[in-house]
């Protein structure tokens, strides 16, 4: 009997590995007719080699007119990488037709060969598109494309194996050593498994603003909002895992996406995507830089991406005042203390019911509770620790506790009464 129901799960497995290619296949199929002839002259140059790429795709768009600086350090951090499977990193150089024949553009070509030629035992690719009007989520449309066109075109999927998609950015500061080997186990493990499925889920890094000496007002700032994304969950743009049979899953990436293209586009999964532990990056904060002051924390708007961004060239950005930067840290206490106190409650019950020996009685409600709070002042004095020394506001700590609170009473009022 084991042995028949052995069978019939290899069976299912084989089955949902042939779907898997199936849906990467018809995706491409349907892709308009506009859309195939980039997706295949994309193709064709990162296949100009003669070699495929590897399952593991690094995809990285690169303004070419703007970008030149930040290549040969982000090429250093993938070259580190270590004790992991192959893996290609590919640059989508990209610019304004108004840009063409700019010598910026000749300079981040010569910075891609330099890189190619200062690490040639990394796989490195690129290629290189003119736009009337570059719009983000266009780009990397494009760009994931032609990526999953060239696996198709060299059989890299004909038998079910997933092409890992990563999402980063040029201005890539820090990479831990064993990022794409920690991504690379973590799909492998998923599909050494017993029961599968044809779709895999996208994964998040843990991903953080690296600390700028010149604006460490700035940096603390940034650092706050950074801590609390990490702890309830959110994902950072920067660094989302996507395979491809996930993204032909979806129909790819929004070409109209000014911003949050890839984010909104995971969020229309069923599947939530969740960080991928040992995936630790940090990311440029230029962004913060040129538009905490006037916007806070909220710089990802539609008018914050453009063709010909400042950030991405202008360096003498004054740091924040010390008022401003309690004003905007003050703004989000409320939100977050309730974040950081539902997640609380959620942790604690999934702990306390993970250490709870196989045939025991499920807890009462006073012992939930109790779980509750133990869990929940450990989050409050971690929390409040960062306000007051990196911060380094006690008065910022003090109103968040008094906010954590509340909302922890409040949460548990919630619970009692469902």
Request: proline share 5%.
């Amino acid at each position: 009997m084991a042995g028949q129901f052995n069978v019939a799960i290899e069976s299912q497995r084989q089955d949902n590995f042939v779907e898997r290619t199936l849906i990467m296949d018809h995706y491409l199929a349907d892709l308009p007719e506009g859309d195939l002839d980039q997706a295949s002259a994309m193709a064709e140059s990162l296949l100009s080699s003669g070699k495929p790429l590897a399952n593991t795709v690094v995809i990285i768009p690169v303004a070419a007119h703007q970008e030149a600086a930040n290549v040969a350090h982000t090429i250093d951090e993938y070259a580190k990488q270590q004790d992991c499977e192959p893996f290609t990193v590919v640059l989508g150089l990209n610019a304004p037709w108004d840009q063409n024949g700019n010598e910026a553009i000749a300079a981040t070509e010569g910075a891609v060969n330099n890189a190619m030629a200062a690490h040639p035992n990394l796989d490195i690719r690129f290629t290189s598109v003119f736009y009337d009007e570059p719009v983000i989520g266009e780009i990397r449309r494009d760009l994931w494309n032609g990526v999953l066109l060239a696996s198709q075109r060299t059989g890299n999927y004909d038998d079910g194996t997933e092409i890992i998609g990563i999402n980063h950015d040029i201005d890539l500061i820090r990479l831990s050593p064993n990022y794409v080997k920690k991504v690379q186990q973590a799909y492998g493990r998923r599909d050494r498994r017993h029961i599968i499925t044809p779709v895999s889920p996208s994964r998040g890094s843990l991903t953080k603003h690296a600390y700028s000496a010149e604006h460490p007002i700035i940096s603390r700032t940034v650092f706050w909002n950074d801590y609390c994304c990490r702890r309830t969950g959110v994902v950072f743009e920067a660094g989302i895992i996507v395979p491809m049979s996930m993204y032909a899953q979806h129909g790819g990436f929004d070409p109209s996406a000014k911003t949050h293209e890839v984010a909104g586009y995971t969020d229309r999964s069923p599947q939530r995507t969740r960080l991928l532990p040992g995936t630790h990056m940090e990311t440029s904060l230029r962004r913060y830089v040129a538009r905490i002051d006037a916007h806070g924390y909220r710089i990802w708007s539609t008018d914050s991406f453009t063709a010909n961004d400042e950030c991405r060239q202008r360096q003498n950005y004054p740091d924040i005042t010390r008022n401003r930067q309690a004003e905007i840290v003050r703004s989000t206490l409320p939100y977050y203390a309730g974040s950081l106190a539902s997640k609380a409650l959620r942790q604690s019950r999934d702990d306390y019911l993970v250490s709870l020996p196989f045939d025991a009685p499920l807890p009462s409600a006073n012992e939930l509770a109790i779980a509750y709070f133990v869990k929940a002042i450990k989050i409050k004095n971690q929390a409040s620790g960062i306000l007051s020394r990196v911060v380094q506001s006690e008065a910022l700590a003090e109103d968040f506790c008094r906010l954590f609170a509340d909302a922890v009473e409040q949460s548990i009022e919630i619970k009692i009464a469902s």
